[in-house]
Each structure stands twice: as structure tokens, then as C-alpha cells.
């Protein structure tokens, strides 16, 4: 298949079901051999699938027709500038988590796991009780107890997964499934190397889709467990190698400021875990996330950044661009046109600029705080 699974910290390479290093716990990532590149070409498949050519799956692959989200051009809220949203609430979940659960699952199955398992703030487990409904395998899903949103959990429940409630946060949670996973059980959380080979296709779609008016400037994505922005950062970086793209684009990550541990150790070069995560924001309600040295990497490599937003201006910017877009996305999701609003009133954004931020989630996974920001 013509790739191999690398610690991004010792270089060493690791078995096809490893999950960490084995030599000093880093984190993993898939990377191709020379032929997957020189004979890379598109796909005649749905979604993602198109790009399968660089993934690290042999025949198998469970979808649901994830990707292929659509992008919008901003310019009611943001008039005269190059401001866009990438929906990936229009995923067969409601979130850009399936993008790397297709990929995820189709692995599970490759290796034989008729048991999968994930901690989830609620988006990872709709999304991988859907994959694993169609594979045709058991979800577990760990959630903590009365901090996900209920149309998140009624997902999982209806796709048919056994839920188990845990006290205390996320992190606690994800602690769980990391202790208490039998070897017969293959964990789909995101520090499993395969999801961000799904996620990182979001890059290549957005290459397309703004090749004709100047490629991609900057991307904007929350970050709650830090996966994302480093999946796509990957997608980008190998479009590049892949001579597809010209230039990289800067990647901003968004965190919500009761949530920040990823945001300061930006700042201050020095990770700590933020010990009681709160936000209205629950996709991205997490202190310890598993992936912070990837997304902070992302930042710094492509001359981006980490910035905060506050909850009220992430309820700000849900409702305006609901209103004035008619898009509806997460709370999570908000934080970006929220970090982008900022700078486009600090004149830190160029009029001909491509600006993409990724809106992670449908608004209707969460009405509850819709409600709020549409009365706020
Ligand atoms: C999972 C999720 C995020 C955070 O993504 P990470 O890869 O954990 O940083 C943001 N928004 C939504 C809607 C999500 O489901
Ligand atoms: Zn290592």
C-alpha cells in the first residue's frame, strides 16, 4: 500500500495497529512512499473517495459519501472580501468527523475488529456508530455524563451504540477508554493515525474549489482535541509534493477561552492541561487534548497562529451568520467567523486574501445554544 506509520517525535516506525509510539509514546502519522506520489491520480468514487490514491487503505472502503461539502463566499457579513465558509455540517453526521471515521472504520475492518470504541464530546460517537452500523460491527461509545448535547447522543443511540455515561469531563473519559479497551477492540479516537488520513482531505477539496480565484490564503478551524488543523495542514502540504498546489496557506486554530490549553502553550511554548474546561462550546469543551504538539506544529509551520474567542462572540457570530448567510453551524464551529470578524475589524486581513473558515458541525446538533445565540 505504500506507506508507513512514523512517532512524528522519534521517527521510528510502528505496526499497522499501533495507536502511540511504543518507543516514547509520540504521536503517530501515516506517510507514503515515493510511488503513492509519482502515481497518484484521482478516482472515479464519491466524496473522499476520489483521493483514495493517498490512503492508507487496501480494498475496503465503508462510506457513507462524506465530503464534497460546499463552500460559500461569505459576502453579506464580510462584503468587497475573500471570506468563505467550507459546511461540513453537510456530512452524513453532521460533522467533517466522518471524513476521517470512513477512513477509520475501513481500516477496523481491514484488520478483522468486529468491536470499535471512542470517547466522544459527542460528534465522534454519531459519526463512528453510523460507520460501524454500516460495517456492520459493535460501538461503544464514552461520554461524559450530562455534557454532550442530546441530539449528538440520540444519534448514537438510534445508529445503535452501547453508551457508557462516565463522571467528570471529556478527558476523564477518553482516560477510560484507554484503560479499560480489551486488545479485540479497535479505538477510533482521534489519536488513532488513520482519521486525520480522511480529515486532510477537506485541503484538497478546498484547493479545487478556489483554484480558479487564487488558491487558499488562510484556513480557520477550531481546535478542541488539536487533530484537524494538523490533518489538514497534511493535506495541504502533500497537494504541494504533489505539485497540485502552488502555494501553502497559514492555518489559524481557534480554541474557546475557557478551553485554551493549546492556545497558551502557543503563547508561552509550554503545554498544560487546562483541568475544568468551560464553554458553551462542547465539541471543543476539552483541557488535556491528545494532539496539541501536531496543531501547534501546524501553526507555527505554516506561519499561522492560535487565537481564543470568548462565548459571547461565539454566539455572536452563529446568529450573524445565520442571519445573514442563512448558514446554521455548532457552536464549536462559530469560533472561527468569530476569530475572523476580529481581525477583519483590526484591518488584519487583505481584501483579495482566500479566507476559508471550516464550519466543523451542523447547527442542529446543538438547538439548545442556537436558541440562546438567537435571543442573545
Ligand atoms: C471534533 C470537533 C471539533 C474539534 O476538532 P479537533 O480535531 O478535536 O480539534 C470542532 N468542531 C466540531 C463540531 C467537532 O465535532
Ligand atoms: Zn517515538
Known sequence: ????????????????????????????????????????????KPGIWKYSKLFPCGGIAITLHEGNTPLYHINNLFSGMGIHVKFEGLNPTGSFKDRGMAVGMSKAIEF?????????????????????????????????????ALPKLAQALVYGAKIVQTEGTFDDALRK???STKPDTYILNSINPYRPEGQKTLAFELSEQLEESGGVDTVVVPVGNAANISAIWKGFKEYKQLGLVKKLPRMIGVQAA???????????????????????????RIGNPVSHVKAIAAAKESKGFITQVSDAELLNALAALAKHEGVFCEPASATTVAAVARMVQNNEI????????????NGLKDPETAAKAATH
Do not use: R, W
Not at 460507520?131 to 459493535?138: L, Q
Not at 511554548?269 to 464553554?279: C, I, L
Open 258 to 284: 475557557g478551553a485554551n490549553p493549546v492556545y497558551k502553550a502557543f503563547l508561552s511554548g509550554k503545554f498544560e492541561p487546562v483541568a475544568n474546561p468551560d464553554t458553551i462550546a462542547s465539541a471543543i
Open 112 to 148: 478483522g475488529f468486529k468491536k470499535v470504541v471512542c470517547a466522544s464530546t459527542g460528534n465522534t460517537s454519531a459519526s463512528m456508530a453510523a460507520y460501524a452500523a454500516k460495517a456492520g460491527v459493535m460501538p461503544f461509545v464514552y461520554v461524559p455524563k450530562g455534557k454532550i
Open 350 to 361: 487583505a481584501k483579495d486574501d482566500n479566507v476559508v473558515c471550516v464550519l466543523t458541525g
Open 1 to 44: 500500500m505504500g506507506f508507513s506509520l512514523k512517532c512524528i517525535e522519534c521517527h521510528s516506525t510502528e505496526s499497522e495497529q499501533a495507536y502511540t509510539c511504543s518507543k516514547c509514546k509520540g504521536l503517530l502519522e501515516v506517510l507514503y512512499d515515493k510511488e503513492a506520489f509519482s502515481s497518484y491520480e484521482l478516482a472515479q
Open 177 to 179: 477508554v484507554f484503560g
